[in-house]
């Protein structure tokens, strides 16, 4: 078995191999980053993209016979690529300068997200290439993080990089030699009883005709209360006296401590059995703005994202595109940030 725990410190000093990247590469990398919104975000997806593209180039000289998989249609899984079995996850940096390597908590815990393989791909953008700078089998990461009983630290790992194996051409010898199901991954968790599984789903779904009734569930309260009583009052002079609006808490705090945001969904009767629909996310009445990344989505009944707005700095709310449709039409609203997820289902 190979000794992977050699000191990265003296290892620096040797040559490694630049893979050099190729001018196509950063035209995609810019023409991808420019869908991100933020300066630094978008600088840091323009590293993924050149760290994966390049690190993509190098698999296929080495290994032509097995096929790469890499989603280039969304920019938020850039940093995954998949070869035969094995799925890789680039832990992508400018400069590798600290004695730590930063991996975001739920890309070792979320099924979705984790990867045989954690790579750090060091960026060279003046130079045109990258440098693999070392490696991390996920069974080890566990152990590492399992004996050490290492704590997240703001939803992250902090793994010493004297952990990673600093010899790339190991990842040639996982890839040729070793079957992907010896370092084995967390499985998404299924739910087997579908008979109660549609039971489940029309107990937690909140008919938005019903409102106009005047039949609310108990969760949906009156928004006085619930948001902040400034914005309160600015959204109710400039929405009309026929809207209805209600509240609900959501927690996210289930890995957080407790961290509770406020949905609030406006309706309003349309002719021909139609309802406009306005969905909103606030902070509770004691904070004053959100905390930025937090995401809300619009799902069609089938799950496909129909409108996504994500929370930037100082954003006292945000709010989806207000949308029309039939009585008796069905969609969802998630609310998430980083790795947890609460999705409230409507029907009109």
Same mark, same amino acid.
């Given at each position: 078995?190979?000794?992977?725990?050699?000191?990265?410190?003296?290892?620096?000093?040797? #040559?490694? $191999?630049?893979?050099?990247?190729?001018?196509?590469?950063?035209?995609?990398? =810019?023409? !991808? %980053?420019? /869908?991100? &919104?933020?300066?630094?975000?978008?600088?840091?997806?323009?590293?993924?993209?050149?760290?994966?593209?390049?690190?993509?180039?190098?698999?296929?000289?080495?290994?032509?016979?097995?096929?790469?998989?890499?989603?280039?249609?969304?920019?938020?899984?850039?940093?995954?690529?998949?070869?035969?079995?094995?799925?890789?996850?680039?832990?992508?940096?400018?400069?590798?300068?600290?004695?730590?390597?930063?991996?975001?908590?739920?890309?070792?815990?979320?099924?979705?997200?984790?990867?045989?393989?954690?790579?750090?791909?060091?960026?060279?953008?003046?130079?045109?290439?990258?440098?693999?700078?070392?490696?991390?089998?996920?069974?080890?990461?566990?152990?590492?993080?399992?004996?050490?009983?290492?704590?997240?630290?703001?939803?992250?790992?902090?793994?010493? #990089?004297? $952990?990673?194996?600093?010899?790339?051409?190991?990842?040639?010898?996982?890839? =040729?030699? !070793? %079957?992907? /199901?010896? &370092?084995?991954?967390?499985?998404?968790?299924?739910?087997?009883?579908?008979?109660?599984?549609?039971?489940?789903?029309?107990?937690?779904?909140?008919?938005?005709?019903?409102?106009?009734?005047?039949?609310?569930?108990?969760?949906?309260?009156?928004?006085?209360?619930?948001?902040?009583?400034?914005?309160?009052?600015?959204?109710?002079?400039?929405?009309?006296?026929?809207?209805?609006?209600?509240?609900?808490?959501?927690?996210?705090?289930?890995?957080?401590?407790?961290?509770?945001?406020?949905?609030?969904?406006?309706?309003?009767?349309?002719?021909?059995?139609?309802?406009?629909?306005?969905?909103?996310?606030?902070?509770?009445?004691?904070?004053?703005?959100?905390?930025?990344?937090?995401?809300?989505?619009?799902?069609?009944?089938?799950?496909?994202?129909?409108?996504?707005?994500?929370?930037?700095?100082?954003?006292?709310?945000?709010?989806?595109?207000?949308?029309?449709?039939?009585?008796?039409?069905?969609?969802?609203?998630?609310?998430?940030?980083?790795?947890?997820?609460?999705?409230?289902?409507?029907?009109?």
């Amino acid at each position: 078995m190979m000794t992977t725990h050699e000191s990265s410190n003296n290892l620096r000093f040797l #040559l490694p $191999e630049l893979i050099w990247l190729e001018s196509e590469h950063f035209d995609v990398a =810019r023409n !991808l %980053s420019q /869908q991100v &919104i933020g300066e630094f975000q978008q600088w840091q997806a323009y590293l993924n993209v050149l760290a994966t593209l390049g690190f993509s180039q190098w698999l296929h000289q080495h290994l032509p016979e097995q096929n790469i998989h890499q989603d280039n249609q969304i920019i938020d899984n850039f940093n995954h690529l998949q070869l035969g079995e094995f799925k890789f996850y680039l832990i992508v940096t400018e400069h590798l300068l600290d004695e730590l390597v930063i991996i975001p908590e739920d890309r070792i815990i979320k099924p979705s997200s984790v990867a045989h393989i954690y790579v750090i791909i060091e960026v060279l953008e003046e130079q045109a290439g990258i440098i693999i700078r070392g490696i991390l089998r996920y069974d080890q990461l566990i152990s590492y993080r399992d004996r050490m009983n290492l704590p997240p630290r703001n939803s992250c790992y902090q793994i010493p #990089l004297v $952990e990673f194996d600093t010899e790339p051409n190991h990842i040639l010898f996982y890839c =040729r030699f !070793l %079957s992907a /199901q010896m &370092i084995p991954l967390p499985q998404t968790e299924t739910i087997n009883n579908t008979e109660n599984l549609p039971q489940l789903l029309a107990n937690a779904k909140t008919k938005l005709s019903q409102w106009l009734q005047g039949i609310f569930p108990d969760e949906w309260q009156l928004i006085d209360t619930l948001i902040n009583p400034e914005v309160n009052l600015a959204l109710s002079t400039r929405t009309n006296v026929e809207t209805i609006k209600r509240g609900k808490i959501l927690n996210l705090g289930m890995q957080l401590g407790s961290y509770p945001v406020v949905m609030l969904v406006n309706i309003q009767a349309q002719p021909e059995e139609k309802l406009r629909v306005s969905i909103q996310l606030h902070p509770t009445a004691g904070a004053k703005f959100l905390r930025p990344n937090l995401k809300l989505t619009l799902l069609s009944k089938a799950g496909k994202l129909l409108c996504e707005v994500t929370s930037r700095s100082h954003d006292s709310y945000i709010q989806l595109n207000p949308f029309h449709g039939d009585k008796g039409k069905q969609f969802s609203v998630e609310v998430s940030l980083d790795i947890i997820k609460i999705r409230e289902s409507f029907e009109l």
